[in-house]
């Protein structure tokens, strides 16, 4: 029966330790109620709780804890005494004490204990809030930790997928510089396509062309103008008219033609 014990306790506790951040030495968060159990049993608290959980234990009370304690009366007198053995951590209501339960409640918050009890409205508290370890003495004699609730296991389920799984920014991230070496197109990222933006023309592509002047010749066939030659200096040159050079003997009859048309008025 205690090497069961003992293998259930290594499960519950290593499933704190994996999923919630507890290390050891273990930190038992006492308060009056379980001080009071143990001390009618006599029960050496941590003495047994090494035992129990088979590693370094350190057995921790508050100043609200004590001041409880001391208000209950003669009664628990030795129960206070018992407390105050232990180590006190600061709480921060020195100057405001609280009940026992509302500083363990704001202790639990910010670090990691294992909350030993016999109080059951408190007892019902740790079993709904994550990450606390429940301890107490079942039938008021034997020392147990209580399995993991429902709550428990579904935080930590939802801590582990959020440790595993990618950052949505880290995968916006890793898409962009997939599309920057071209393993995917932008259209196949998912994400809204962005509004291409009007640009306007370039202005050197719509430079309006020369318009040519066109002249009718013979038929009314179009024909071009050829710009006027430029020499050098800037001279613009006349175009220059191919003389028709005619035969020797027609010159001749030309000139003996115009001599006596002359002779004869």
Same mark, same amino acid.
């Given at each position: 029966?205690?090497?069961?014990?003992?293998?259930?306790?290594?499960?519950?506790?290593?499933?704190?330790?994996?999923?919630?951040?507890?290390?050891?030495?273990?930190?038992?968060?006492?308060?009056?109620?379980?001080?009071?159990?143990?001390?009618?049993?006599?029960? $050496?608290?941590?003495? &047994?709780?090494? +035992?129990?959980?088979?590693?370094? %234990?350190? @057995?921790?009370? *508050?100043?609200?804890?004590?001041?409880?304690?001391?208000?209950?009366?003669?009664?628990?007198?030795?129960?206070?005494?018992?407390?105050?053995?232990?180590?006190?951590?600061?709480?921060?209501?020195?100057?405001?004490?609280?009940?026992?339960?509302?500083?363990?409640?704001?202790?639990?918050?910010?670090?990691?204990?294992?909350?030993?009890?016999?109080?059951?409205?408190?007892?019902?508290?740790?079993?709904?809030?994550?990450?606390?370890?429940?301890?107490?003495?079942?039938?008021?004699?034997?020392?147990?930790?209580?399995?993991?609730?429902?709550?428990?296991?579904?935080?930590?389920?939802?801590?582990?997928?959020?440790?595993?799984?990618?950052?949505?920014?880290? $995968?916006?991230?890793? &898409?962009?510089? +997939?599309?920057?070496?071209?393993? %995917?197109? @932008?259209?196949? *990222?998912?994400?809204?396509?962005?509004?291409?933006?009007?640009?306007?023309?370039?202005?050197?592509?719509?430079?309006?062309?020369?318009?040519?002047?066109?002249?009718?010749?013979?038929?009314?066939?179009?024909?071009?103008?050829?710009?006027?030659?430029?020499?050098?200096?800037?001279?613009?040159?006349?175009?220059?008219?191919?003389?028709?050079?005619?035969?020797?003997?027609?010159?001749?009859?030309?000139?003996?033609?115009?001599?006596?048309?002359?002779?004869?008025?």
């Amino acid at each position: 029966m205690k090497i069961t014990k003992h293998k259930k306790t290594r499960k519950y506790m290593s499933f704190y330790i994996n999923n919630f951040g507890f290390r050891e030495p273990l930190l038992v968060l006492i308060d009056g109620s379980f001080c009071h159990a143990a001390y009618k049993i006599r029960l $050496q608290i941590e003495e &047994q709780l090494k +035992k129990y959980f088979q590693c370094e %234990v350190k @057995p921790i009370v *508050t100043a609200c804890i004590i001041t409880e304690t001391d208000n209950l009366g003669p009664g628990f007198t030795g129960t206070s005494q018992l407390l105050k053995k232990f180590l006190v951590h600061r709480c921060g209501h020195e100057k405001r004490p609280l009940d026992g339960s509302a500083c363990i409640k704001s202790m639990t918050k910010s670090c990691h204990y294992i909350v030993a009890t016999q109080d059951r409205a408190l007892q019902e508290w740790v079993r709904e809030h994550p990450g606390i370890p429940l301890f107490y003495l079942h039938n008021a004699s034997v020392p147990t930790l209580v399995q993991p609730s429902e709550a428990h296991r579904q935080a930590a389920a939802e801590g582990q997928k959020s440790r595993v799984g990618i950052r949505e920014l880290d $995968q916006q991230t890793i &898409q962009k510089l +997939k599309v920057k070496e071209g393993l %995917v197109t @932008p259209e196949s *990222t998912g994400g809204p396509k962005k509004k291409r933006k009007v640009k306007n023309p370039n202005p050197l592509s719509c430079k309006k062309s020369k318009k040519t002047k066109k002249g009718v010749e013979g038929k009314g066939t179009p024909s071009e103008s050829k710009p006027p030659t430029v020499g050098e200096g800037g001279v613009v040159k006349k175009k220059s008219r191919k003389r028709i050079k005619l035969p020797k003997h027609v010159i001749e009859h030309l000139k003996a033609g115009s001599g006596g048309g002359a002779g004869a008025s």
